[in-house]
Structures are given as structure tokens and as C-alpha cells.
């Protein structure tokens, strides 16, 4: 039997995505269709102290807030797509001799070994070719993505889902997941040409770099036509911000995050911010310019890191131009960010609109809520792509 009849007649369940990020559990769920249609939307407050370095340390207070939040807003839903915190998962491009893939089953954990800065007895690997075999020489070499994460930190969530009354089908990472849900940006116009599961990031072979930047990691990749170049952690993300705020106004950690989104910028305050943010005279201590004195040094830092993702990209890869920036997660909503990047980079920059990848129903959801949370949602709208897909 063919392989689409197969799936015609035991079509794959449809499941939702759910990040549990240290700052906000996101849960979208979408109708399956091409494209897809947005059907929830649901942010909540992570639970204080129920997560450390991005892993769930109290599973069944997550789990409850999960499941209350699904109830309250008539979510059903078995099957869910997560991820792993990009703290603990790694994934890297590789080349290897050309093999049968039974062999590279084998021999994979010896290739992934040499990269992985776990031991290879704690890991899950998986990985997947990026060139048609049949196009290399037999005595040549492949190019193949592997992810890995520790069975652990995958364990942790597959226990919170299930707490939850989920089953969980796939744990993505997420630089893959950022990358699905903002193929209506990368594409543009081009998006209806492709299949959303499948096909090409970018266009023309346009290089294309992406920051996923949430509470407390962040990403960076890199990606041209089909094939993602680079993608890695980077140190430094949102509450670094909110904590640099804390120290310097001896403040308590949501104190700090209020004067942040209110009165943060990553550019020197103009004049008329000055004036809008410093309506408030009680707060006179927290102006504009003196709250970007403070963030500054988090900024030149983010740019570093950038800067030396870029580096170690063109030292193993030879020279990129990038054509495209684009930022995602709570963190690119930090006003001017896109802008202050931009100009040391000298790249245009703008912030991602993942919600083009899919289809909105505008009389049954606040348009203005969906594009003020537009950047924190990235991630869980790619999980939530993956579940909706008909591929794997
Ligand atoms: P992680 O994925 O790292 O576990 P998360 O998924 O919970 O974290 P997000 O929901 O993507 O993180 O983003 C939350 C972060 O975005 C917080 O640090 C928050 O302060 C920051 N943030 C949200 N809105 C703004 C804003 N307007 N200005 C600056 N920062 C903001
Ligand atoms: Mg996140």
C-alpha cells in the first residue's frame, strides 16, 4: 500500500504544542488545513520557583496549571508536541562517510559523541540527512543534522505532559520549532508555493539569520533555502535584562521585570520617549536613559554573541552574507531591540510575525492580543505546526 493511502486511512492524530518556558507555559492549537488554522492561543504564567535552568522541577503544579488552563478555555486535546529547553539539547551539522542508513543507526552515537558535551550514555540521539544519498560518490561524504538532548531533561517533560493527561508524540527543539512557525515570514510571498511541513526556509538561496530570544535562553540560526547552516544556544537572554535592573535598583526579580517592559529601551531613549515613559514622577529614579544605562552592557553582550555565532559559522563554513534577520520570543519585544541589533550588526532587522503561517479567524480571537504576543508564541506555534503536519 502507498504511503499516502496509508495515511488516508489512519490518519496521524492531530496534537497540540506546548512550551513550558521559564517565563510562560504557551499551549496553540490549530485546525489541520493549508494552511493551518489557529483555533487557541494560550499564555500563562510559568508557577514561581516550579522551574530551574529551563527544566521543570515541579512537575505536578505544571501539569495542574496545563490541564486548568485547557479547561478554562474548552481545549481538548489528547496528543501534544514539545520540546526540550535549549539548555540541555544541542544539535549540530556533521559529515560523515557515506552509509546505508542502518548503518549510520549504528554509527551515529560514535559521530554524535565527539560533539556532545554529555556522555553519551545519557543522551537521545536522532538526526536526519540533509543530502539525497543517491547525488554522493559512494566513497564520499554526507552532511547530516543531529539533535541530542539528555534523556533526562526529555523524560522530564514527557512526565509533566502526561501529568497533564497528554500524550506526547514528538519533543522537538527549538530552533527547529522557531524555524517552522516563521516560514510565512522567511517565504513571504512565496509561502503558498510550498507545503507548510516541507519544502524551503528561504527563497533564491537567501541566507537568512533567526534569535529566538525567551526568558532565559536564546537561539541563533542561520538558514538557506532547505537546509538550516547553524543553529546555537547563546548565552545571554530576556532576564538578564531584568536581572542587571534588580542589582542596580536593589529590586526584588517581578519589580524589576515591570521597570523593564515599562520603561526599557535598547536604543538611547529619544526625547519623546523620554516624555512617554517618564510620565510616572514617583518612578523618576527608573528613567529611560538611566534604565538603558543599566541594560546596555546585557545589549553589548547579546551583540557579542551574535557577532561570534557569525565568526564561528565563517571559520567552518567559509564566508555568509546574511540577507534576512529576523527576532522571535518574549525577548525580541524589548523596544528599539530589533533596531540597536540592526544598526551594530548592519543588518536589517525586524521582529517575527509567525502568525502569517497559519490562517486567523479575526471574529473569534483579539487581533491586538494575537500580534502583542506575536514573539513569545513562535515557539509553540512550531511545535504546534509539527503536530498538524502529515510528514513523519
Ligand atoms: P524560555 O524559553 O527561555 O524558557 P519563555 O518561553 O518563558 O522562556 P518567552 O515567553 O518567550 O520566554 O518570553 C518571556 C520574556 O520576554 C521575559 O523575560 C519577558 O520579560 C520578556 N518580555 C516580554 N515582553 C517584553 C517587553 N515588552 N519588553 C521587554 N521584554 C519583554
Ligand atoms: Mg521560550
Do not use: C
Not at 23 to 35: D, H
Not at 129 to 158: C, K, N
Not at 275 to 302: K, T
Amino acid at each position: 500500500m502507498s504511503k499516502a493511502l496509508q495515511r488516508l486511512l489512519s490518519p496521524k492524530p492531530t496534537a497540540i504544542g506546548v512550551e513550558i518556558g521559564s517565563s510562560a507555559i504557551k499551549i496553540v492549537a490549530l485546525k489541520p488545513g493549508s494552511p493551518p488554522q489557529l483555533t487557541h492561543a494560550i499564555s500563562i504564567p510559568t508557577p514561581i520557583g516550579s522551574m530551574r535552568e529551563g527544566l521543570v522541577v515541579e512537575p505536578q503544579t505544571v501539569a495542574t496549571e496545563i490541564r486548568n488552563a485547557m479547561t478554562k478555555h474548552g481545549l481538548n486535546a489528547r496528543f501534544a508536541v514539545s520540546t526540550v529547553p535549549n539548555q540541555s539539547a544541542v544539535t549540530r551539522n556533521i559529515m560523515v562517510p557515506k552509509m546505508a542508513r542502518k548503518e549510520l543507526d549504528e554509527a551515529i552515537r560514535w559521530e554524535a559523541e565527539k560533539y556532545i558535551p554529555y556522555p553519551i550514555d545519557e543522551v537521545t540521539v536522532d538526526y536526519d540527512l540533509l543530502d539525497d544519498p543517491d547525488s554522493i560518490a559512494e566513497d564520499g561524504q554526507m552532511e547530516i543534522v543531529v539533535a541530542a538532548a539528555p534523556t533526562e531533561a526529555i523524560a522530564r517533560q514527557v512526565e509533566v505532559l502526561r501529568l497533564a493527561g497528554l500524550e506526547p508524540t514528538v519533543i522537538d527543539l527549538k530552533p527547529f520549532a522557531t524555524l517552522r512557525a516563521l516560514r510565512g515570514n522567511l517565504l513571504g510571498t512565496h509561502l503558498s508555493r510550498t507545503t507548510m511541513s516541507g519544502g524551503a526556509y528561504t527563497e533564491n538561496g537567501e541566507v537568512a539569520l533567526v534569535m529566538e530570544i525567551g526568558a532565559s535562553s536564546s537561539i541563533i540560526a542561520l538558514v538557506r533555502g532547505e537546509r538550516v547552516l547553524m543553529a546555537r544556544n547563546i548565552a545571554i537572554a530576556a532576564d538578564d535584562f531584568t536581572m542587571a535592573l534588580q542589582k542596580a535598583f536593589d529590586l526584588d526579580f517581578t519589580a524589576a521585570e515591570d521597570i523593564k517592559i515599562g520603561y526599557a529601551t535598547a536604543t538611547t531613549p529619544t526625547e519623546d520617549e523620554e516624555d512617554l515613559l517618564n510620565f510616572d514622577l514617583s518612578r523618576e529614579q527608573y528613567s529611560p536613559a538611566r534604565v538603558f544605562e543599566v541594560i546596555r552592557p546585557v545589549l553589548g553582550d547579546l551583540i557579542t554573541e551574535i557577532r561570534r555565532s557569525l565568526e564561528y559559522y565563517r571559520v567552518q563554513a567559509g564566508d555568509v552574507v546574511v540577507d534576512r534577520t529576523y527576532l522571535a520570543g518574549g525577548g525580541a519585544k524589548l523596544r528599539g531591540l530589533a533596531a540597536a541589533i540592526g544598526d551594530a550588526l548592519g543588518f536589517r532587522v525586524e521582529v517575527a510575525s509567525p502568525w502569517l503561517s497559519v490562517t486567523v479567524d479575526e471574529s473569534r480571537f483579539d487581533t491586538g492580543y494575537l500580534q502583542s504576543t506575536a514573539a513569545e508564541f513562535t515557539v509553540p506555534l512550531g511545535l504546534a505546526l509539527r503536530g498538524v503536519s502529515s510528514l513523519d
